[in-house]
């Protein structure tokens, strides 16, 4: 058992893969309690797929990504809203439209730009070739973003819970919005390294929903959410390892596994869970009663 | 004399082309409770958001114990009780972490809470007899009880003007009641509160004074004599009225 725990770490490229992987699964799952309790799941796709021209563009003039990745999800809500705003369109034609448009500009992009290997990456992340600079940027946006979620993390619940009682206080709530959103941004970049843009949105949502079926406090959800993902995220790993099947997706695969697992058998929310507890309960009471 | 709790001095909102408040002026001195009577679209909400700062007016003035709203907000003289179809009840909160929210203007950057916060947010629990409650997840409340939850959370934040959207709405008879006599008492502390309600059957044992709204301010005077069916026909229609005379 040991041995097999093992021997994969026995490799440079698997440490540095476990390493990114950990990293951005906690960053993106401390995140998505927020997303899902929003209802902002969406608006992750969104953002997570819109980045991908600004990454793009600022691997040609050779600027930070995350740069890169922040201008465009400005550029994405902003038209996201205006359409919205100024048209019949509703808001989720209006997400579709701008987030797979500007998707495909980045895709057009990538197809004119020479050396495509390292940009066909962003897409479907590329787990197993994370170099050493591309895991120093990991951790630096990982770190900062996670630190900013932990730091406001009050005032980011009060925004997702009662954004008028925030501005009754004096807070703004659109500056935690815009705040929210740029740490959005950050977040993508931080994971297209490691699933790529296709599968972000998954360590997005899906973290944040499995918490949320197991507790009803949001301190906890904070807690649940990045555990479950990084063992999620590693597991995946080793088992794209043995398997010799795709790691970033096999990471995704993971966490749906887990969350449907949740799903059924949650004692508090589980579709099963709950019917099987209140068997047990039945059955101690008639026990009790005879 | 001290200056009005709430003034609002010809305030005109408009929402695109839709008219909905028109030239609205209302005083309420303090200690005061005031019902706000109207139809749907009457702009009640409106009046809230202008008062809470959330709407600016195109043109009138808005003054919250004399200073302009955006002060008062920073001192944490606002409170705000939502409708409860504003609010996600399955939000995983506890009874006692939404009353702490109250504290949020109190403290710094990270929120963190402080003894004398922990302490507020206790007194605030009990005083809404909601302290066996404190660790509730925030759904699992009567509908009365999530009302004083709310009502606790703008008595810790140290409120002295209260805004309540019906505050009566999904709420039974009895615990009605106990939100009356809760409010009642806030007053008598010197709370200010404005009260926006459809249920008129309440408003004589709670409002010290009542508002007839349709987009203007069509009467303001003692609830018995907002409540006579002709001045509620101004407001609501003749309809209503009708209504009214063959059902008494």
Redesign the interface.
């Known amino acids: 058992m040991m041995e097999l725990l093992l021997e994969p770490l026995s490799y440079d490229f698997m440490v540095r893969a476990i390493v990114t992987t950990a990293l951005a699964a906690v960053v993106c799952a401390v995140l998505s309690c927020w997303l899902v309790?929003i209802g902002w799941s969406l608006m992750g796709d969104a953002v997570s797929h819109a980045v991908l021209p600004g990454v793009v563009l600022a691997y040609i003039v050779g600027a930070p990504f995350a740069l890169g990745a922040l201008v465009f999800a400005l550029v994405a809500v902003t038209l996201i809203g205006v359409v919205r705003n100024t048209s019949r369109v509703k808001e989720d034609a209006a997400i579709g439209i701008v987030f797979s448009s500007l998707f495909a500009l980045g895709l057009v992009l990538i197809s004119v730009t020479p050396s495509q290997t390292d940009l066909n990456h962003i897409i479907f992340g590329n787990l197993l070739g994370v170099s050493i600079p591309d895991l120093i940027q990991v951790l630096v946006l990982g770190v900062v973003a996670f630190a900013i979620l932990i730091?406001?993390r009050?005032?980011l619940?009060?925004y997702?819970?009662?954004p008028?009682?925030?501005?009754?206080?004096?807070?703004s709530p659109q500056k935690l919005g815009a705040l929210l959103l740029g740490l959005l941004a950050l977040t993508s970049v931080v994971a297209l390294q490691t699933v790529g843009v296709v599968l972000v949105v998954a360590m997005l949502i899906i973290p944040g929903a499995t918490a949320?079926l197991l507790?009803?406090?949001?301190s906890?959800?904070l807690v649940i959410a990045p555990v479950v993902s990084a063992l999620c995220s590693i597991s995946g790993i080793y088992l794209s390892y043995y398997l010799d099947t795709a790691s970033g997706a096999m990471v995704v695969l993971t966490q749906g596994v887990v969350f449907a697992a949740v799903y059924l058998f949650s004692p508090r929310q589980g579709l099963i869970g709950t019917r099987l507890a209140m068997a047990r309960r039945r059955k101690a009471a008639v026990l009790a009663a005879g | 004399m001290s200056a009005p709790a709430i003034l609002v001095e010809n305030v005109t909102v408009h929402y695109g082309e839709v008219l909905a408040l028109d030239s609205a002026s209302l005083t309420v001195e303090p200690a005061r409770i005031c019902g706000l009577v109207g139809m749907n679209g009457s702009g009640k909400s409106t009046l809230f958001k202008v008062i809470m700062g959330m709407v600016k007016p195109d043109a009138g003035t808005v003054l919250i114990g004399g200073q302009p709203p955006s002060r008062a907000r920073k001192q944490g003289g606002i409170g705000y009780v939502p409708q409860s179809e504003d609010v996600d009840w399955q939000f995983p909160l506890s009874v006692k972490d939404v009353v702490m929210m109250g504290r949020y203007g109190h403290q710094g950057f990270t929120r963190r809470a402080s003894r004398a916060d922990r302490a507020a947010v206790d007194e605030a629990l009990d005083r809404v007899e909601l302290g066996d409650y404190a660790g509730r997840q925030i759904g699992q409340l009567s509908g009365g009880q999530k009302k004083r939850a709310f009502v606790a959370r703008g008595i810790a934040q140290g409120a002295t003007t209260m805004l309540l959207d019906e505050p009566f709405a999904g709420v039974d008879k009895r615990s009605e009641a106990t939100i009356t006599r809760l409010l009642r008492e806030l007053a008598s502390d010197g709370c200010t509160i404005l009260v926006s309600t459809h249920d008129l059957h309440a408003l004589p044992q709670l409002c010290d004074e009542a508002v007839l709204l349709m987009h203007r301010v069509l009467m303001h005077g003692p609830p018995e004599l907002v409540l006579q069916p002709e001045n509620l026909a101004m407001a609501f229609g003749l309809d209503v009225l009708n209504r009214e005379e063959t059902g008494s």
């Open positions: 309790l730091l406001k009050r005032d619940t009060l997702a819970f009662d008028t009682h925030a501005h009754a206080i004096g807070l949320y507790t009803d406090r949001f906890r959800m």
